[in-house]
Nanobody, 133 residues
Framework: QVQLVESGGGSVQVGGSLKLSCLVS????????MGWYRQRPGKERELVSS???????RYRDSVKGRFTVSQDNNKNTLYLQMNTLKTDDTAVYYC???????????????????????????WGKGTPVTITS
């Protein structure tokens, strides 16, 4: 059984910081990357950041320079450090993992496009983050 459990969400004032964690349990075959998604109120889900199995990290433009994704050496825990938070960062944040031929096939650029458009295979339940102005 595969489980992804997020923690660290809460309420913080604009300009503050927050660190999210994602604990991974169970066996996931052909894992090639993990990521953080978010769904802001009234908007569609979007990929915030991803980290590939080789350590390559990527961020959407709106969080570059403010957010940092990282992973423990044993890859059992995924983190998202969020600094200089804005009201637009208010959302439910989801941890996700890519696995199998659908989400891990092809070169890195094609996998990134798949993750952006279609998401990933395994998902956590989400943790809410509220930024107060």
């Amino acid at each position: 059984q595969v489980q992804l459990v997020e923690s660290g969400g809460g309420s913080v004032q604009v300009g503050g910081s927050l660190k999210l964690s994602c604990l991974v349990s169970g066996y996931i075959s052909t894992t090639c990357g993990m990521g953080w998604y978010r769904q802001r109120p009234g908007k569609e889900r979007e990929l915030v950041s991803s980290i590939s199995s080789d350590g390559t990290t990527r961020y959407r433009d709106s969080v570059k320079g403010r957010f940092t994704v990282s992973q423990d050496n044993n890859k059992n825990t995924l983190y998202l450090q969020m600094n200089t938070l804005k009201t637009d960062d208010t959302a439910v944040y989801y941890c996700a993992a890519a696995s199998g031929g659908t989400y891990c096939a092809g070169p890195e650029e094609e996998r990134q496009q798949m993750w952006i458009i279609y998401g990933m295979e395994y998902w956590g339940k989400g943790t809410p983050v509220t930024i107060t102005s």
